[in-house]
């Protein structure tokens, strides 16, 4: 059976393990914090490459940033992670086969062929967590784009200058439907010293300006169900990331598919969490290994 | 050479025409008031199918409203034309080939095969009419999604309830950039009796408001351009309908990539204009009939 070593890397960790060609973890998942240089994260990746490679059939790598057509390199700069790393030569790292992917797409991919978007040829999935991804798969395939980049959920929402995006704009999707724009809610409704963590806990306790505040952040969840639904038309749309846990979904779900104009779609949680990146860029390259 | 009997059906008009292989009008288009019972719209085309099908290897047909995934019927309400008119049974007009499609669609469809997006495979057509309708080209194929609805452009821009819109919602995209849009700017900016027609006429008479105003309407169509880039990462963007005129191409265009996240694209204006919903229809049923 083929084997691959699937690396998911990301501004604080880098995870990896090997996965077969069921899409069943070999090992355990080691995990690693992220090197401070590129030069110290291109050395780790040689590391562990040349000790593992001759049990596997090629390399995967499931990467913040945009990934060209190709899977061969990043084409964007990438906030998070180390100056020039994204000018690395991941395909240098061995003779084998190496297929980088963005790792929104790459758990999309996985929610896809192996997970909550199973069977749904038309799918959304988006990653709340810091910010927002999303990886869209369109009659079968990853939205990839002219270049690779595509995907990009910033929408701006707004046009008073409310709150700052990393992009640089104004207002973005993100700034509202994020983890950090849940604790933005937190501040406008239950006082500056608040995070989002203040209003989950005051969720459970029934406190009232935390389902205010709670209410404000998901009802911009639902803007961004109606546009992808109304753009996209998707059998399903899947949420994943460190937010997805939170959300109402049976009555995001009805309220979303009462204001989209395309039509119905199921609005699920994802299967696999932490793991989703690897697994689905893993699964790319055994694709490609066919 | 084949040739194709091609409708076009909107609100206020119908028209027809005779479309040869190589995307050329054999004669003058005719164009006709729209009937106003879903009855007399079927005579109507059951009249012209008649006279004309002897000479035509098939009947295609742009429409308002969403087009299933076959081209065969109807989907969605169908706002502006008469009650009962989505569920016509079009395909039982002839015993040649009928294809029917949503008539933003085969306006992007024009453009990419023999227009301003030609060669494009990654390519976004807005039409900014008295809505604004989409059609995307993704990979070299419209973009229909599960049911054939996708590329609805309702997506909301605001969250103060500023601007009802057809769909039933509050401020989509369609409230800040359609030609009636502009109007909703001129009453703003210039005064309540005043529409677009004032705004493009100030613009050209040096009035300050004008300019307000048409840069407020202009200013949403470039988070427009920008969402669609971000999202898909086309080669290019193309503006077509009435409003498509009066576009600042080259600052938009600037402004526009100077803002995405994705890799830049062109923006363009487009090459058909009244007849690329026919041109369109009748080249996906060419594609069919080889």
Chains 1, 2 share one sequence.
């Not at 964007?76 to 100056?83: A, K």
């Not at 978007?117 to 910010?131: P, R």
């Not at 389902?211 to 911009?220: G, I, R, T, V």
């Not at 990331?241 to 104009?261: P, T």
Request: hydrophobic share 40%.
């Amino acid at each position: 059976m083929k084997k691959v070593l699937a690396f998911d890397i990301g501004g604080t960790k880098i995870a990896y393990a090997i996965i077969d060609e069921n899409g069943n973890f070999v090992n355990d998942v080691v995990k690693v914090t992220t090197p401070k240089t590129a030069e110290g994260i291109y050395d780790f990746f040689k590391t562990v490459v040349k000790g593992l490679e001759a049990e596997v059939d090629g390399v995967s790598i499931a990467t913040a940033g945009a990934v060209n057509n190709e899977n061969t390199k990043i084409i964007s700069h990438v906030g998070n992670l180390p100056e020039g790393y994204n000018q690395l030569d991941f395909m240098a790292l061995t003779d084998k086969p190496v297929l980088l992917e963005n790792d929104a797409n790459s758990a999309a991919w996985a929610e896809y062929k192996s997970g909550a978007a199973k069977g749904s040829k038309h799918a959304v999935v988006l990653t709340l967590g810091t910010g927002v991804g999303s990886g869209i798969i369109v009659d079968g395939k990853l939205l990839k784009g002219k270049s690779g980049a595509a995907g990009e959920m910033h929408v701006r929402f707004d046009d008073r200058h409310n709150r700052k995006c990393t992009c640089g704009l104004w207002d973005c999707l993100e700034t509202y439907v994020s983890g950090t724009a849940l604790t933005a809610d937190a501040k406008l409704y239950m006082g500056q010293d608040m995070t989002s963590y203040d209003v989950i806990r005051g969720l459970k306790n029934g406190d009232e300006k935390a389902k205010e505040a709670f209410d404000h952040w998901q009802s911009h969840l639902e803007n961004t169900l109606v546009l992808m639904g109304n753009i996209f038309d998707p059998e399903i749309i899947v949420l994943s990331g460190s937010m997805a846990q939170f959300v109402e979904y049976d009555k995001l779900n009805r309220q979303a598919n009462d204001d989209i104009l395309t039509q119905p779609f199921t609005l699920k949680q994802a299967k696999f969490e932490n793991n989703a990146g690897m697994l689905g860029a893993a699964l790319l390259l055994f694709d490609r290994l066919k």
